[in-house]
């Protein structure tokens, strides 16, 4: 049984194929867990509520309908650590199934994909649930179809987080059980719209409009401040665990732009931010307010990566003490977005 995956030569961290013997007994897991009566749950829950649930409530009735049969598959303890992939909660790579189950298969109950659906929904922001879900079908086939998920902790006994990976994707909920971060821990999205190498306006990619607000930013600085803000050479893409307030950082300290555009750069940070949920943008706002807001990050333009030589930089980084999000135009878009309020927490990339 093969499922879907686009050629990626940089996207090589991902399953390709599903196992006869997987598929059936997923088959026969998913079928102990409608005995046991875990659909009724949630469709009790639903029809008691119109208005959706926050998504850490999804996640606390998700767990709960699990069989132990599914939770030996896609439920850990809060620290979990993987023989090859480190502690696997905080892990951040721009393709992976964290866990061998895709949403959409035979592993899970119609009422099961239906919570995790929910979960997905409400991680971003109305808006943009539409956006998403054209990222995923032209990256991976479409939702739930290369997906898979995983829990650690026990929701109803304290800290857990809910986390979806796959192709240009890495989400997670967390009910703020992951202490000085935003986003529940690192998260990376990215899009490839018409094929692994996009043209210069990267048509149709849903992301693309990050970039070209940065460089409206880089079109208001003066000649000198361009000098200061382009680099030569792209840092590699990983790179984004915290450097702290005494980091070497690229580009042109925020603090020394004009007023004009210090408020460009706001926007530029709104614009980021704005596809996720309201708390999680706050949470972001409270992170970087906490290391001495915008002021204390750079922003850098990298020009060996110029897609169509247009001067319109694909790839840009806007960095922090505790604040990283790095931006991959070229050949098509990676973006790696790490934020918190200490810039000792560790990242496992």
Known sequence: ?????????????????????????????????????????????????????????????????????????????????????GLLRTRISNNWRITKPAINSAFYTGEQQTMIRDIYEGIFSPEWVGKMDKQLKDDAGGFGKSQGIALFGDPSKGKFEFVMTGRHMT?????????HVAFG???????????????PDHPGNVFWHQAVAANKLYQMLSGKQQKQALESNTPREQKVPF?????????????????????????????????????????????????????KCHLAFFSDKDTGNDKVWDNWRLEGPAFVWHFRGAPH??????????????LNA
């Open 1 to 85: 049984m093969s499922e879907f995956r686009p050629t990626c030569p940089d996207c090589d961290d991902q399953p390709t194929n599903v196992d006869r013997r997987d598929f059936l007994r997923s088959a026969a897991i998913a079928g102990t867990a409608v005995v046991a009566g875990a659909a009724p749950v949630w469709a009790v829950a639903k029809k008691a509520n119109k208005k959706k649930s926050k998504p850490e409530s999804v996640v606390k009735l998700l767990y709960g309908s699990l069989t132990d049969a599914q939770k030996k598959e896609v439920a850990f303890a809060w620290d979990h650590q993987d023989k090859s992939r």
């Open 171 to 179: 989400i997670r909920c967390d009910g703020n059980s992951e202490d």
């Open 185 to 199: 821990g690192p998260i990376f999205y990215g899009h490839a719209a018409r094929g692994f190498n996009e043209k």
């Open 243 to 295: 450097q702290g307030a005494k980091g070497d950082f690229l580009g042109i300290p925020i603090g020394d732009l004009a007023t004009d555009q210090k408020e460009h750069m706001q926007k530029v940070l709104n614009i980021l931010i704005e596809p996720y949920r309201k708390s999680d943008q706050d949470e972001v706002v409270k992170c970087l307010a906490a290391q001495g807001g915008l002021d």
């Open 333 to 346: 878009v990676h973006a790696w977005v790490n934020v918190a309020d200490d810039s000792a927490v560790k």
